[in-house]
């Protein structure tokens, strides 16, 4: 019940700084009626009885709660987890994403309850890492054999500074004035606007050398 007990803290205050949920049960309703049959009435005797006790489910599922959500969580789950669903960990993330709370869900596919293959361990264990080290604004990075985790509500600016806005080759990105951090916050595609005041027969964006390879971010700041 580790998932299950980080997401009920999480929802229940402000104490916790950070969490990591692994195939916990947010729902406890979608629970009892999901699980498989050998542990359907395994709530019985921790919960109430279902449905006669619904009142008391509804009150101790996390994901009736996600008002309370302040804090950064990460889910990791097993795509074939039969004991708890994939589901719950889908609608806990969404809930917590649409509220703009720093969150990632990662979905290990051929994996149930609880994680067997070795790259999939691994990467279980340094994501939670690279997931603290980011929230605590520590350096945070992947190991270079193991895949990348996608991070939702990144902001990697100083909480509270102010911040400018800026449109450059179609990257929208923001500022930071005090830490000068750039961030890319989306794309548009810019057509033929010209986005700085050189005549660019061949780059309609600007510049004054010609280049071979597309520019990126990386690009822009160096520019700076």
């Known amino acids: 019940a580790g998932g299950y007990t980080t ?31 050998f542990e359907s009435r395994y709530l019985d005797s921790l919960v109430g009885r279902y449905p006669e006790d619904k009142a008391v489910y509804q009150e101790r599922s996390p994901i009736n709660s996600v008002d309370k959500f302040s804090c950064p969580i990460i889910f990791f789950q097993g795509e ?23 969150t990632a869900l990662v979905v290990y596919a051929g994996e149930g309850h609880g994680f067997r293959q070795e790259a ?13 080290n980011t929230v605590f604004r520590l350096k945070a990075t992947m190991p ?14 100083l909480p509270h500074e ?5 449109s450059v080759d179609g990257m929208l990105l923001e500022i930071g004035r ?20 050189e005549d660019r027969p061949d780059r309609p964006s600007g510049g004054s050398e010609p280049v071979d390879t597309p520019e990126d971010l990386s690009d822009f700041v160096e520019w700076l």
């Open 178 to 197: 005090e830490s000068l951090i750039v961030h890319q916050v989306g794309y548009e595609d810019p057509g033929n606007a010209a986005y700085f005041p």
């Open 80 to 102: 074939e987890d039969r004991v708890v669903p994939l589901n719950q960990a889908e609608d806990m993330h969404q809930a917590v994403k649409d509220k703009g709370v720093l």
């Open 7 to 37: 997401l009920a803290c999480l929802a229940a205050g402000d104490t916790f700084k950070a969490g990591a949920s692994l195939f916990g049960v947010g729902d406890l309703e979608t629970l009892a009626r999901d699980t498989h049959k």
């Open 162 to 166: 102010d911040r400018s806005h800026i």
């Open 120 to 132: 999939n361990i691994r990467q279980s264990l340094d994501g939670r890492l690279f997931f603290f």
């Open 144 to 157: 270079e054999d193991l895949d990348e985790i996608a991070l939702d509500n990144y902001d990697p600016l």
